[in-house]
Structures are given as C-alpha cells and as structure tokens.
C-alpha cells in the first residue's frame, strides 16, 4: 500500500507560481510512476503530468506545457509539481496518483492522495 498526501494548493492570482508537492509513505515510491491530475467543479478529472520511475521521462497535457514542471526526489518519496504562468483555467482539485505503469489514464492509477485546491483569479 502507498499512501499519497499533497499540499501546496492555494489562491493566486493569474500569472503567479505555485509548487505541489506529493509525499509518499507506505512504501518507496522510487518504484511507481506517479501522476498529477486535476478536477474543475462540474468537469471530469484530466490528465496534467506524469513521472515514471525507471527513466524518470516525463508527460504533460498540452495545456500546461512549457508552463508546469513534474519532478521528483526519490530520497524524499515525494513528487512535486511546479506551475508557473498560471492561469484561471487551471483551478481545480489537483490529485497525486501512484502506480507501478506509466500512464496518462487516471484510471490506470491505484493509488490516490486527497486532493489540493488550486484557485487562480484572474
């Protein structure tokens, strides 16, 4: 079992940076691939970035390339995303995933962290 906790979520305003950050406890998570995704009030929860654990190659939606940066330090079992140039559309629930395969399908995910809310005003 791994257990994920994110945090970092907040209000800033558009243009402005924020970092998540996805902890890791359970197991090491230098085995898994870990995902971001995000979910807007009344929307289906999107794909946003991924990170596999044996090459460290990395995935972005469209969206947020160029803009969103995944990352992670394996010392620390913890996975981060940095968002810079933030935008309105990018409010949301943002949702760390963990899972041995690399994939950009949340549904290929089994485990789950709670959620951070990311609001950016425009």
């Known amino acids: 079992q791994v257990q994920l906790v994110e945090s970092g979520g907040g209000l800033v305003q558009a243009g402005g940076s924020l970092r998540l950050s996805c902890a890791a406890s359970?197991?090491?998570?230098?085995?898994?691939?870990v995902g971001w995704f995000r979910q807007a009030l009344g929307k289906e929860r999107e794909f946003v970035a991924a990170?596999?654990?044996?090459?460290?190659?990395?995935g972005y939606a469209d969206s947020v390339k160029g803009r969103f940066t995944i990352s992670r330090v394996n010392a620390k079992n913890t996975v981060y995303l940095q968002m810079n140039s933030l935008k309105p559309e990018d409010t949301g629930v943002y949702y760390c995933?963990?899972?041995?395969?690399?994939?950009?399908?949340?549904?290929?995910?089994?485990?789950w962290g709670q959620g951070t809310q990311v609001t950016v005003s425009s």
């Open positions: 995933a963990a899972d041995p395969r690399y994939s950009d399908d949340f549904s290929e995910y089994d485990y």
């Open positions: 990170i596999a654990w044996s090459t460290g190659s990395t």
């Open positions: 359970g197991r090491t998570i230098s085995r898994y691939a």
